[in-house]
Nanobody, 126 residues
Framework: QVKLIESGGGLAQTGGSLRLSCTDT????????VAWFRQAPGKERECIAA????????RYADSVKGRFTISRDNAKNTVSLQMNSLKPEDTAIYYCAADREVEMPLQMTATAYDYWGQGTQVTVSS
């Protein structure tokens, strides 16, 4: 069972970049499909990117396509989210989520993932 920890959040200016990381204390993350979600105040949780355990399948929400890149390094037990060209509307708490079995096409709904981190705040100033 994974225990997920996110890091890398913080404050960025519009047009800037941040890189989020998700790791797992049990070192079992290479066996899990992983997704990044975000939730802004007063809004529903949104899946913005997902990746299969072997990196063979990637999916992005339209809201971040072309700006954000999800990747993983299984040797380092880490899944990353590179966020470029940040906008104020990217301000949210960002969560990584994982599950061993996710239906294809790669699911981007919260119910598809059983394990969640505590989240990291990303704030983009205008």
């Amino acid at each position: 069972q994974v225990k997920l920890i996110e890091s890398g959040g913080g404050l960025a200016q519009t047009g800037g970049s941040l890189r989020l990381s998700c790791t797992d204390t049990s070192r079992d993350l290479p066996h899990y499909n992983v997704a990044w979600f975000r939730q802004a105040p007063g809004k529903e949780r949104e899946c913005i990117a997902a990746i299969t355990w072997g990196s063979g399948h990637l999916r992005y929400a339209d809201s971040v396509k072309g700006r954000f890149t999800i990747s993983r390094d299984n040797a380092k037990n880490t899944v990353s989210l590179q966020m470029n060209s940040l906008k104020p509307e990217d301000t949210a708490i960002y969560y990584c989520a994982a599950d061993r079995e996710v239906e294809m096409p790669l699911q981007m709904t919260a119910t598809a993932y059983d394990y969640w981190g505590q989240g990291t705040q990303v704030t983009v100033s205008s």
